[in-house]
C-alpha cells in the first residue's frame, strides 16, 4: 500500500484569464471552462483547477493572495482509500465523501486522497550516450519548441513546523523521507521506490506557511529546455533556470506563476529505493544549484536574457 503521486492540485486565483493564457502556454490542456473555474489536464490526466478566490466551496487558503488550496493524491485501489481513512480519522478537517478521503495537514493545507485516475502513457524520451554507455545510437536527440508536462510531479511549501509536518506525511500516507537540511527543510517521496522527491517541506526563520512552488515533469533534459524558452517567448517571467540541482540531480527552470508562487519544468530526478539513506546537508547556493541561469534564456535569441543576438553568420566568420 503506498500513495502513488499526485492526481489534482487546486488553486485560487484572483485573476482568471490572465492564468488561462499562462497555463495554455505552460503546455496543459483546458478540459472545461467556467466564469469562476478552469481545469487543465496534464499528458496524463493529472489536474490543474484554477478557480477564482471567491468560488464558493473552495478549501481556506494558508497565505494572502494567490495560492494553492488543496492537493490530491492519488491511491490504487478503494482498499487503499479505506486504510488511509483510518490513519487520519482523527485528523483536523477529517472528511471522507464523493470517493475521496481527506484532512488538514499542521500546515493548513487541504490534503485529499482518491482512487487514482491518471492515465498511463508511453512517451518518447532522448536517450543519453556517455563515455561508457551508448544508448543513441544513429539517432539525434530531440530539439522541443514548447512543452507538454506528463504530470504534477511534485509540490513544495514553507511550512510552520517541519518537524510535525515530515511525522504527518510520514505517519499518516507512508511517505519515506529522501534528504534532509536538519531542523529546516525534509524531502519526501510517497513509496520508498521512486523519483526523488513529492513533496518538500521546508521552514523559514519566520515560521510561516506559504507555497514555494508546483513542479511539472517533462521528458528530459530537452523538453526543460525547449519549454523554458517558449514560456520566454510568450513574455512570462523567469525566477531562475535553466539549472540543475545537486541534490535531486534533476534540471529546473522556474518561472513566475500568475496563479500563485513559482512554477517549475523539471526532469532527470533521481530515482531511489528502500535501501536509500538519507543524507543531511547544510543550506547554501551550492546546495541549491550546482549551476543555474539568473534571468532565464531569451525563446528568440537562445541567448541569456539580454544576450547579443545571433548574427546569422558563424562564429568564426565574425571580425
Known amino acids: 500500500m503506498s500513495v502513488l503521486g499526485i492526481d489534482e492540485i487546486t488553486y485560487g486565483a484572483d485573476d482568471l484569464p ?56 492519488g491511491v490504487e485501489n478503494e482498499a487503499d482509500l479505506a486504510r488511509y481513512a483510518d490513519n487520519i480519522r482523527q485528523q483536523p478537517g477529517f472528511e471522507q465523501a464523493a470517493g475521496r478521503i481527506g484532512c488538514t495537514d499542521p500546515n493548513g493545507l487541504s490534503v485529499r486522497l482518491q482512487v487514482t485516475r491518471k492515465r498511463n502513457i508511453d512517451v518518447e524520451c532522448a536517450e543519453h550516450n556517455t563515455w561508457s554507455s551508448k544508448h543513441r545510437i544513429n539517432k539525434p536527440s530531440p530539439a522541443y519548441e514548447r512543452a507538454t508536462p506528463i504530470e504534477v510531479g511534485h509540490v513544495v511549501f514553507f511550512v510552520k513546523d517541519v518537524v510535525v509536518c515530515e511525522r504527518f506525511y510520514r505517519e499518516s500516507f507512508g511517505f519515506a523521507a529522501s534528504d534532509h537540511y536538519p531542523g529546516r527543510g525534509a524531502f519526501l517521496r510517497c513509496a520508498p521506490e521512486g523519483g526523488h522527491h513529492d513533496i518538500f517541506l521546508l521552514q523559514r526563520p519566520a515560521g510561516d506557511s506559504a507555497l514555494n512552488h508546483v513542479a511539472f515533469t517533462v521528458r528530459d533534459i530537452h523538453e526543460v529546455f525547449g519549454g523554458g524558452m517558449h514560456i520566454s517567448r510568450c513574455g512570462w517571467e523567469t525566477q531562475l533556470g535553466p539549472g540543475r540541482h545537486p541534490i535531486s540531480s534533476a534540471y529546473f527552470w522556474y518561472f513566475r506563476n500568475p496563479a500563485g508562487a513559482l512554477v517549475e519544468y523539471y526532469a532527470d530526478e533521481d530515482q531511489l529505493t528502500a535501501d536509500w539513506q538519507p543524507r543531511d546537508f547544510e543550506p547554501g547556493p551550492t546546495v541549491f544549484a550546482e549551476w543555474a541561469i539568473e534571468g532565464g534564456i531569451d525563446g528568440n535569441t537562445r541567448r541569456q536574457k539580454s544576450a547579443e543576438a545571433p548574427k546569422g553568420q558563424f562564429i568564426t566568420d565574425r571580425k
Open 18 to 73: 490572465t492564468c488561462r493564457r499562462f497555463f495554455l502556454d505552460w503546455g496543459l490542456s483546458l478540459v472545461t471552462e467556467e466564469a469562476d473555474q478552469l481545469v487543465f489536464e496534464t499528458l496524463n490526466g493529472c489536474r490543474v483547477i484554477v478557480a477564482a478566490s471567491t468560488r464558493a466551496g473552495l478549501p481556506p487558503a494558508m497565505e494572502a493572495g494567490p495560492t494553492l488550496r488543496q492537493v490530491v493524491w
